[in-house]
């Protein structure tokens, strides 16, 4: 059985840091791409990051808003993703969700991907 477990949300000051872990487990997750998104509430489901891991050159891909605070990257021995949120702000504030494609994919198209966490919840104060 699949299992994305997402760790590290919370509560946070605008301006502030927050690093977000995702645990893969289950499946053989190589040559695969793994994302995170968010949803905030009354908003639709939103890409953040991708990266290609295992079998490739772990390329990542970012949305325009978060590419210059945010980082993902992963640890592929320990079958971890990671998503390293910087200079945080209010807007952030949303449901992320881990993702797993079996393959790899473009990164920033929700249904090209097949599993999926249950989420963890960040808040950033003003």
């Known amino acids: 059985q699949v299992q994305l477990v997402e760790s590290g949300g919370g509560l946070v000051q605008a301006g502030g840091s927050l690093r977000l872990s995702c645990a893969a487990s289950?499946?053989?997750?190589?040559?695969?791409?793994m994302g995170w998104f968010r949803q905030a509430p009354g908003k639709e489901r939103e890409f953040v990051a991708s990266?290609?891991?295992?079998?490739?050159?772990?390329?990542?891909k970012y949305a325009d808003s978060v590419k210059v605070q945010f980082a993902i990257s992963s640890n592929n021995a320990m079958n971890m993703v990671y998503l390293q949120m910087n200079s945080m702000k209010p807007e952030a504030t949303a449901v992320y969700y881990c993702?797993?494609?079996?393959?790899?994919?473009?990164?920033?198209?929700?249904?090209?991907?097949?599993?999926w966490g249950q989420g963890t919840q960040v808040t950033v104060s003003s």
């Open positions: 289950g499946h053989t997750f190589s040559s695969t791409t």
């Open positions: 993702a797993g494609a079996e393959a790899y994919r473009s990164g920033d198209y929700y249904k090209d991907y097949k599993y």
């Open positions: 990266i290609n891991w295992r079998w490739s050159d772990g390329a990542t």
